[in-house]
T-cell receptor
Framework: SQQGEEDPQALSIQEGENATMNCSYK?????LQWYRQNSGRGLVHLIL?????REKHSGRLRVTLDTSKKSSSLLITASRAADTASYFC????????????FGAGTILRVKS | GAGVSQSPRYKVAKRGQDVALRCDPI?????LFWYQQALGQGPEFLTY????????KSGLPSDRFFAERPEGSVSTLKIQRTQQEDSAVYLC???????????????FGEGSWLTVV
């Protein structure tokens, strides 16, 4: 079963606006990753943040991690229509061994 | 190849039929993973190989599911006597790291879409 929950489940915004997605998890983690999945396609790795990091940037992406609240957020700035996709957080933890545990995802639609 | 390749991309199986799904990982990648993704859900772990050794099969939902990677490269996921609840996307992923997923990027294929009718 999935340990993470993401909110919102779906988000619809206008091109140029910022999009924020949140992820909560239940156990102590080593790392948290965000992936993107276009409709009918595989997952593409976006960014990894380690448990001892609080914030990380990559281009228009900004990820924060709050281990005390067991939560993370993904911010996409100046969104584009091409950002339309599903976004998943995934965690790895010592107790999970060699697996990533994914949340249910947020469906982002960017309208042009 | 340049990425993880999976075949077939789409498979329709009649209930009770056996299916085999193939994964060609990125050349030289040590670790290989299979995930199952139901419609509208995130992927769920099925099994993990390090080279030819299947180190974790805790996610396989029943004994109808079997995976192998006999030469440490190509892997096959076999589902026997398919049921409607097996309908999902089966994603394969690989990584060059022998330390599994912790702190490492893993690279996903496009998936095999299985529909059981």
């Amino acid at each position: 079963s999935q340990q993470g929950e993401e909110d919102p489940q779906a988000l619809s915004i206008q091109e140029g606006e910022n999009a924020t997605m949140n992820c909560s998890y239940k156990t102590s983690i080593n790392n948290l990753q965000w992936y993107r999945q276009n409709s009918g396609r595989g997952l593409v790795h976006l960014i990894l943040i380690r448990s001892n990091e609080r914030e990380k940037h990559s281009g228009r992406l900004r990820v924060t991690l709050d281990t005390s609240k067991k939560s993370s957020s993904l911010l996409i700035t100046a969104s584009r229509a091409a950002d339309t996709a599903s976004y998943f957080c995934a965690t790895d933890a010592r107790e999970y061994g060699n697996k990533l545990v994914f949340g249910a995802g947020t469906i982002l639609r960017v309208k042009s | 190849g340049a990425g993880v390749s999976q075949s077939p991309r789409y498979k329709v199986a009649k209930r009770g039929q056996d299916v085999a799904l193939r994964c060609d990982p990125i050349s030289g990648h040590v670790s290989l993973f299979w995930y199952q993704q139901a419609l509208g859900q995130g992927p769920e772990f099925l099994t993990y190989f390090q080279n030819e050794a299947q180190l974790d099969k805790s996610g396989l939902p029943s004994d109808r599911f079997f995976a192998e990677r006999p030469e440490g490269s190509v892997s096959t996921l076999k589902i026997q006597r398919t049921q409607q609840e097996d309908s999902a996307v089966y994603l394969c992923a690989s990584s060059p790291h022998s330390s599994g997923v912790s702190g490492n990027t893993i690279y996903f294929g496009e998936g095999s879409w299985l529909t059981v009718v």
